[in-house]
């Protein structure tokens, strides 16, 4: 039986430290506020009204949640192990799910914010320079960067628990994880190469809404599969006791 009360210790365990690792970072700010300048500033600024309309800006939204959330996964687990005090966390009687369940969370919660916010300078960029008509997020973008953002987060602490478990440091883990999501940024530009068509007219059709449920669709399956491959990870870990 799931216990909330094991992955909400885990949970809150992982909010204090990532708090306390904040405060003593001096420039632990710097690489959320040039995402959210580069997120936020040239592609919207570019689009215009068309970013609030089409899906250029779901994707952003959920490439930004990939890129933060498998970043903190790798500190919350390859860091923690460098600190030596991972192993004393798995051998607590705290189940395996409310040890990945709450790291997982707790990387999701402690950076959507930046999302959040590049969401919100990107509408004010994109309505520059002179805010009149002001458009806003159609509500089916809204939905898709709200839904698909969050599984794209979990999909992302997902391959983050399976990586990170397995590396020998965290710089080796984010190494590794950037790479993805820089893999995943790269691959919408290579398909429009070589299906010779517009990327930003084909996220802006009327089939958006049936592209988006489809790719929440699969997201979802991913989540499922990324899940149990981190729950099974922590196997590895088991082994230490």
Do not use: C
Request: aromatic content about 8%.
């Amino acid at each position: 039986m799931v216990k909330i009360d094991d992955i909400r210790t885990v949970y809150w365990k992982e909010r204090r430290e990532f708090v306390a690792a904040q405060r003593d970072k001096k420039v632990g700010w710097m690489t959320p506020l040039v995402l959210i300048v580069v997120v936020g500033g040239i592609l919207p600024y570019q689009l215009r009204s068309a970013w609030t309309t089409s899906g250029v800006s779901i994707l952003v939204a959920m490439w930004v949640m990939f890129f933060r959330v498998t970043n903190a996964i790798a500190d919350s687990i390859v860091g923690e192990r460098e600190r030596h005090t991972l192993e004393a966390l798995v051998i607590t009687p705290l189940p395996r799910y409310a040890i990945v369940w709450g790291k997982m969370l707790a990387a999701i919660t402690n950076t959507a914010w930046s999302m959040l916010l590049a969401m919100i300078v990107a509408l004010v960029v994109s309505n520059a320079p002179t805010f009149h008509p002001w458009h806003n997020y159609s509500l089916i973008v809204l939905m898709g960067i709200m839904v698909d953002g969050a599984l794209a987060a979990l999909f992302a602490a997902g391959i983050g628990v399976g990586i990170s478990v397995y590396s020998s440091t965290t710089r080796q883990a984010q190494q590794i994880l950037s790479s993805v999501a820089l893999l995943l940024m790269l691959m919408p530009l290579g398909l429009q190469t070589v299906a010779h068509v517009s990327f930003t007219s084909w996220l802006t059709s009327h089939h958006l809404t049936q592209l988006i449920l489809d790719g929440s669709v699969m997201l979802i399956l991913g989540v499922g599969i990324m899940v149990v491959i981190a729950q099974r990870s922590f196997q590895h870990l088991l082994r230490m006791r």
